[in-house]
């Protein structure tokens, strides 16, 4: 649906690029999330390719069609294509129904009822129809912020960040529905997002940005299991250097990779320091008493009591080199 080719951005004045030579795809449908540190370029990325910016470099076609730049049209981006702004970018005096209705007024009237009821029983805010958005929760606000996005039909829904203001559950939920919202429609989302959890619950596929290169480009599973380079392996959760274990340099493992007990492929000792209660599992600090290595893995037991030596182990298939 999307093809952006070696897109590249310099920012006037800067001696770094924003966004360097970055080439990516998006199928029909499909998810990506635009993964990286902060400043890493999907901002400038997103920008470009929502036709808000134009690029140093390269070009973007959409549906086969060359996307023009914000210098070569009056109306910047496509029509096709809708970007989510986290500020919402609602009509505060205006009720639900009427911040939707107002998107649809080039229908008649029977349809502009009938899609308004549509997109805000999609949006679950049906019972919220003739409240005002000062009424509503942040979270409320962004499912309304997507419902008007909804009504300019797009085919590609873009978002920066959306719902980095809302309590964890809250965006949580709001991210499922969101992938049912999409699937629903038929249309494709770029999403951008600094929090691996949030791009492994809804996307099909991860493009890692890093200092404006995209450096990683694969489904959610393949990147968590096979990142490319340490600072991915990294960015999606703690790791351990087991490169004194299997005597092979630059081989880790993943901290819930790392298990206690034994009947596992590679077994070594370390002695707890170091018991954290999370909840739903402990986080274990442990050190190997020989080569003074820490290591941390979880427990479904609390270890803090336990005193004295314990085994851990991983197995071959669980490690990561680069
Ligand atoms: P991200 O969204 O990943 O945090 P951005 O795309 O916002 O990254 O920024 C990428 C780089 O470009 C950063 O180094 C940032 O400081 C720089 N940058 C962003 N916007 C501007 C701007 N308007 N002028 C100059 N530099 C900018
Ligand atoms: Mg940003």
């Known amino acids: 649906m999307l093809k952006a080719k070696n897109i590249s951005k310099t920012y006037p004045g800067e001696d770094y690029g924003a966004v360097i030579d970055v080439s990516l795809n998006l199928a029909e449908n499909e998810i990506l999330a635009l993964v990286g540190m902060s400043g890493s370029g999907k901002s400038t990325m997103l920008q470009i390719i929502a036709g808000l910016m134009k690029p140093d470099q390269g070009s973007i076609q959409f549906k086969d069609e060359h996307l023009v730049n914000p210098e070569e049209q009056l109306i910047a981006g496509h029509p096709k294509i809708k970007i989510v702004f986290q500020d919402f970018q609602l009509k505060p005096n205006m009720t639900v129904e009427e911040n939707v209705r107002y998107k649809l007024l080039q229908f008649d009237k029977v349809y502009q009822t009938e899609r308004t009821e549509e997109l805000l029983s999609l949006c679950n805010l049906s019972e919220f129809a003739s409240r005002k958005p000062k009424e509503l929760s942040g979270g409320q606000k962004q499912r309304l912020s997507i419902a008007r996005a909804l009504a300019d039909d797009p085919e590609l829904l873009l978002m920066d960040e959306p719902f980095s203001n809302l309590d964890p559950i809250t965006k949580q939920n709001l991210l499922i ?11 494709g989302l770029i999403f951008v997002t600094h929090d691996t959890r949030d791009a492994m619950l809804i996307a099909d596929r991860v493009a890692f ?82 080569t003074k290595e820490h290591y941390i893995l979880f427990s479904r037991e609390d270890m803090a009591a336990h005193q004295g030596k314990v085994l851990v182990g991983f197995n071959a298939s669980e490690v990561l080199k680069f």
């Open 177 to 187: 529905e969101l992938v049912d919202i999409v699937k629903s429609e038929g249309l």
């Open 209 to 290: 940005l890093s200092e404006g290169e995209l450096i990683q480009n694969d489904t959610t599973r393949q990147t968590y299991n096979h990142p490319i380079n340490l600072d991915i392996a990294q960015f999606f959760g703690r790791v351990n250097d087991v490169s004194e274990v299997t005597n092979e340099p630059n081989t880790y493992v993943r901290a819930e990779w790392l298990r206690l007990g034994d009947g596992f492929d590679f077994q070594f000792e370390v002695c707890i320091q170091k018991s954290i209660f999370l909840g739903d599992q402990y986080l274990l600090e442990t050190i190997d008493e020989k």
